[in-house]
């Protein structure tokens, strides 16, 4: 004889459920930006590593990055009287290798506290490299510069083609015969 027992449904409970009320669901406000970090308890928002390391990124390239140079010294001009000076010392005489119409050459030129020169960097060339090397030795033939010249200054020099030249005959070579002027008679024989 097997006893069955009976089970009962469970019976309900003595006493009620405490109240539990959810607190309620509000809308962040999106001018304030309190409302829009998250606790940390809640999942991370992927927008946030991405801006952490975007963040990370762009301070790592600043640790790295050079100093900026600093500016540049103020660059002066030579006086008159001294470019004078350089155009006679310029030593150029063009030729057929030369090209055609003026030629022109700037440099930027650094003087030491002694007025000896320290560096000479041609900014623009003239296209004959023969010029600008004329220019460059010039430039340093003038040293020592005074003490009222700049420490750094800018030097422009323009060439212009002077009169044309009579062709000059190969020596070796037979010159050409001279033509009697034109108002002349005609030499008899």
């Given at each position: ?9 469970n019976p309900p409970p003595s006493h009620p459920l405490p109240d539990y009320t959810p607190p309620p669901i509000t809308q962040p406000n999106p001018l ?158």
């Amino acid at each position: 004889c097997a006893s069955q027992v009976a089970t009962a449904p469970n019976p309900p409970p003595s006493h009620p459920l405490p109240d539990y009320t959810p607190p309620p669901i509000t809308q962040p406000n999106p001018l304030d930006p309190s409302a829009q970090r998250r606790p940390s308890w809640i999942s991370p928002n992927p927008d946030d590593a991405i801006v952490a390391h975007v963040t990370a990124q762009m301070s790592q390239a600043a640790a790295k990055a050079p100093a900026p140079a600093p500016p540049p010294p103020a660059v002066g001009r030579l006086s008159k009287f001294q470019m004078n000076r350089l155009f006679a010392a310029i030593l150029f005489n063009r030729d057929e290798h030369t090209p055609a119409g003026p030629l022109s050459a700037r440099f930027l030129v650094e003087l030491d506290a002694s007025g000896l020169v320290k560096t000479t960097k041609l900014e623009k060339g003239s296209g004959d490299m023969r010029f600008d090397a004329a220019v460059e030795r010039a430039i340093d033939s003038l040293t020592p510069y005074n003490e009222q010249t700049p420490r750094t200054f800018q030097v422009g020099v323009v060439s212009t083609p002077g009169p044309a030249q009579k062709p000059q005959a190969d020596e070796g070579a037979e010159p050409a015969p001279a033509k009697p002027p034109a108002d002349s008679p005609p030499a008899s024989s």
